[in-house]
């Protein structure tokens, strides 16, 4: 049993890692195009709802989302990170472990609380979002 959770971390602390070495790598670099799916199978309109909906605007900064929605400080600020999209739905599905000083916090997965559809679509606004390729909503003054 030891083993497994042994085995758990050192998967996760990839992911941890590459969610890293994806933040100083340039967009080119990680085969970024701006076809349709580069964002992943999901739908970012839906992605946009659950981002809102399931508290990850509250612990995460998403310029994309707008600064009235998304500027929570106990997660990394999503605007500094551009993973790729395996690595944000996995870490959507499967959470990280705290890992100070990048992640003072842990994030729980989501695999038992979403649908399979459900991370595909937060992980495709998700990662629109840190790569340009949704804008942050306009506010208009009445």
Do not use: W
């Not at 195009?33 to 999901?42: I, L, T, V």
């Not at 500027?71 to 599905?93: F, Q, R, S």
């Amino acid at each position: 049993m030891h083993k497994m959770s042994v085995r758990r971390r050192v998967g996760i602390g990839f992911a941890a890692l590459a969610l890293a070495a994806a933040g100083s790598v340039a967009p080119a670099a990680l085969g970024h195009s701006s076809n349709a799916k580069a964002n992943g199978p999901g739908n970012t309109t839906a992605g946009a709802q659950i981002f809102v909906q399931y508290f990850c605007a509250d612990c995460h900064t998403l310029k994309a989302a707008g600064y009235a929605v998304s500027h929570g400080i106990l997660g990394p600020n999503l605007d500094k990170l551009h993973a790729p999209y395996a690595v944000v739905e996995a870490t959507v599905e499967n959470g990280l472990p705290a890992a100070l000083p990048l992640y003072p916090t842990e994030m729980v997965g989501f695999k038992n609380v979403l649908t399979a559809t459900q991370i595909a679509d937060v992980s495709a606004y998700v990662y629109a979002g840190t790569h340009g390729l949704i804008k942050a909503p306009t506010t208009t003054s009445s």
